[in-house]
């Protein structure tokens, strides 16, 4: 059964700071990761996707996947008060659905 | 280019009646996943459909939980005989393949609240 984990924080961070959001797995065959954004109330929005080692860039959003040691992270640099919502990290349990973590709930401070 | 539709939004429902959600995919979608959010909690998935197929329910309750994506028309989430349990966001998402190739898409939800 895959596994996913995440810090369910509160995270805060100030306006334009950098915010670092983690998540590790449990199963190493584990090949791509979503990154999903959720405002209170709101469904999930799909906000980065990577499939391979190293970082990918979106605007202000990186993605990092390391798969030697099971960690996916998101960066947003500049950090907006309009970025503060639950950041749920997924990924393909098999061929039918993701498997989420329990999401990081984080907060920018005017 | 409409996304994915759920109705109603919100539905109430008091103990031991029947619920029913809509889920219409987005546009040439034909795959379909049902997942429920309880408060405080990350999604969890229930049932993933394809056209008048249910491909895994694994995730579905064993008891009073259906699901169904007919030939002709949305997909149906019912839950019959709610408990208050049953209160929570179920949101649906629909992709052109299947995830581990292709990203899902999520509807705005349906909140279900029993009283």
């Known amino acids: 059964q895959k596994e996913v984990e995440q810090n369910s924080g509160p995270l805060s961070v100030p306006e334009g700071a950098i915010a670092s959001l983690n998540c590790t797995y449990s199963?190493?065959?584990?090949?791509?990761f979503f990154w999903y954004r959720q405002y209170s109330g709101k469904s999930p929005e799909l906000i980065m996707f990577?499939?391979?080692?190293g970082d990918k860039e979106d605007g202000r959003f990186t993605a990092q996947l390391n798969k030697a040691s099971q960690y996916v992270s998101l960066l947003i640099r500049d950090s907006q008060p309009s970025d503060s919502a639950t950041y749920l990290c997924?990924?393909?349990?098999?061929?039918?659905?993701?498997?989420f973590g329990q999401g990081t709930r984080l907060t920018i401070n005017p | 280019n409409a996304g994915v539709m759920q109705n109603p939004r919100h539905l109430v429902r008091r103990r031991g009646q029947e619920a029913r959600l809509r889920c219409s995919p987005m546009k040439g979608h034909s795959h379909v996943y049902w997942y429920r959010q309880l408060p405080e909690e990350g999604l969890k998935f229930m049932v993933y459909l394809q056209k008048e197929n249910i491909i895994d329910e694994s995730g579905m309750p064993k008891e009073r939980f259906s699901a169904e994506f007919p030939k002709e028309g949305p997909s149906i989430l019912r839950i019959q005989q709610v408990v208050r349990g049953d209160s929570a966001a179920y949101f649906c998402?629909?992709?052109?393949?299947?995830?581990?190739?292709?990203?899902?898409?999520f509807g705005p939800g349906t909140r279900l609240t029993v009283l």
């Open positions: 199963d190493r065959g584990s090949q791509s």
């Open positions: 997924a990924t393909p349990g098999g061929a039918q659905k993701l498997v």
């Open positions: 990577i499939y391979s080692n």
């Open positions: 998402a629909s992709s052109p393949r299947t995830p581990a190739r292709d990203t899902q898409y």
